[in-house]
């Protein structure tokens, strides 16, 4: 073949005008098809791999928005499914090594010496910017993958799936109190917010139960361990840790301390058996049966709402940082009512802090404000933005028993969740539905009044009057 017959692979190498525009059509070549430079003007072997992987690749992405369009659920699957994730980053990881060797291999196929002087850093300035961008893309996509194949494996249990119990997943939340001053003084984790959350397993529509610190007179169901323990229920009078102001956040304590034998399951789980005592509890109390815990490490919690760039919450009154019986004169920082945009530290403070009103209550509604805050701010194109900070901060921050096989379930659940009204319940004496005394509970009245709002009966039309 002549250069006359095949002029890219065979160029005439003294006219530095030729050589020049040959150039660019590499280049251009390498970008729109990553391995015909190498078919037209190098090696073909290298070449056909290149377009093949490149075609692959093509039909992949080409998959997933399909995917994403018409079976959402599907994607969410393969997005959540561990090996897959191990595969993809694997196969990222190799194509971003590909475009390397690519951009390098057209390059030296440019022969950059024999274009015009004028072209040269032009020439090698593009091919290596586009190289950057591109495999680099790659290999940063490969590192985000393996990124949430860990915070998987670290937040969330193997095993199968569960069914809903009456068409219900209850969840039991707790905010772990995990403050570097309590692990020093040997004090270990306290349930800071306890929280029951009931979803329909159809339609997503949540349902948020809060329950005080100060609960009293806790009956565990009849097949809890503690309930051989406690068999007159978690009082003052049985319980050492439950005193007047704090009886329900003890339980974990409790069982940490003194019962951890009872819940040998959590070893294998990662997490304190104090949460296994909390579940039943959180049973014995509502009456739902608790399939899931989900625990949040509390000052952890800081480090994610950093990293999704803070959190809009309209405030209603003007909330105090600061102890109980701190005096007014004496707070050191307020937060103004009005519409803020919390940075961590302040969001998890206005949660958390028991200094105005009604103290634990008050706090209860600030701590569902501050959720429902949340689930409305975090969507795709925030958490793509921003998903190493937050893979990271939620590897630290969550544990939960949800099995890794129903991830895609509960995410696309949690997608019409999110587009629903979230109904609050605050077990107070402050509840203009439903009060309860915490220290002296009407649960089976509670639990009839969950029962109503959970499983409300269905609206029938009253009949035409006859003609």
């Not at 010496?113 to 850093?121: E, L, N, S, Y």
């Not at 229920?233 to 069982?255: P, Q, W």
């Not at 706090?363 to 689930?375: D, N, S, V, W, Y």
Request: glycine share 8%.
């Amino acid at each position: 073949m002549t250069s006359i017959e095949q002029p890219l692979r065979y160029p005439d190498l003294t006219s530095s005008a030729f050589m020049t525009k040959r150039a660019w059509w590499l280049v251009a070549l390498n970008i729109l098809l990553p391995g015909s430079a190498q078919v037209l003007a190098g090696s073909r072997r290298l070449g056909r791999f290149g377009i093949g992987a490149t075609l692959t690749a093509w039909v992949l992405g080409v998959m997933l928005i399909f995917l994403a369009v018409a079976w959402r659920p599907a994607l969410i699957t393969l997005g959540t499914f561990g090996p897959v994730l191990f595969v993809g980053q694997i196969l990222l990881f190799a194509y971003a090594i590909l475009w390397l060797v690519l951009t390098l291999d057209t390059l030296r196929l440019v022969r950059i010496i024999k274009t015009t002087p004028g072209a040269r850093a032009w020439i090698a300035a593009f091919s290596t910017l586009l190289m950057v961008f591109f495999s680099g893309t790659a290999a940063y996509a490969a590192y985000l993958t393996g990124g949430l194949n860990g915070a998987i494996s670290a937040i969330f249990v193997s095993g199968p799936s569960v069914e809903p119990i009456n068409g219900h997943y209850n969840f039991l939340v707790i905010g772990a109190d995990t403050d570097p001053q309590r692990a020093a003084e040997n004090m270990g984790m306290r349930s800071d917010t306890t929280q029951v959350i009931s979803i329909d397993a159809t339609t997503g529509q949540a349902t948020i139960i809060g329950l005080p610190r100060d609960l009293h007179n806790i009956s565990f169901p009849v097949d809890s361990p503690m309930a051989s323990v406690y068999p007159g229920g978690y009082t003052e009078d049985s319980a050492e840790y439950c005193v007047e102001s704090a009886c329900l956040n003890t339980i974990m304590t409790d069982v940490n301390e003194n019962y951890a034998d009872l819940y040998p399951q959590a070893t294998a789980e990662g997490v304190p058996p104090g949460v296994f005592g909390m579940m039943d509890a959180a049973a014995g109390v509502t009456g739902l049966p608790i399939q899931f815990y989900v625990v949040i490490d509390m000052p952890a919690l800081v480090t994610l709402i950093d990293a999704l760039g803070g959190v809009d919450i309209n405030v209603p009154e003007r909330t105090a940082i600061a102890e109980p019986g701190t005096p007014e004169d004496e707070v050191p920082e307020w937060i103004e009512p009005g519409p803020q945009h919390l940075d961590g530290y302040h969001a998890v403070m206005y949660a958390r802090t028991r200094w105005s009103g009604t103290g634990d209550y008050d706090r209860m509604i600030r701590q569902q404000q501050l959720q429902e805050a949340l689930l409305a701010q975090v969507n795709p194109a925030n958490v793509l933005a921003k998903f190493d900070g937050i893979a990271a901060a939620g590897s630290s921050m969550l544990k939960s028993n949800i099995p890794q096989t129903m991830l895609a379930y509960f995410v696309d659940l949690g997608l019409k969740t999110k587009a629903l009204p979230i109904t609050h319940i605050a077990v107070t004496p402050y509840d203009p539905t439903f009060a309860v005394d915490p220290l002296d509970p009407d649960f089976v009245g509670l639990q009839a009044y969950l029962q109503s709002v959970l499983f409300p009966p269905p609206v029938t039309e009253s009949p035409l009057p006859a003609p």
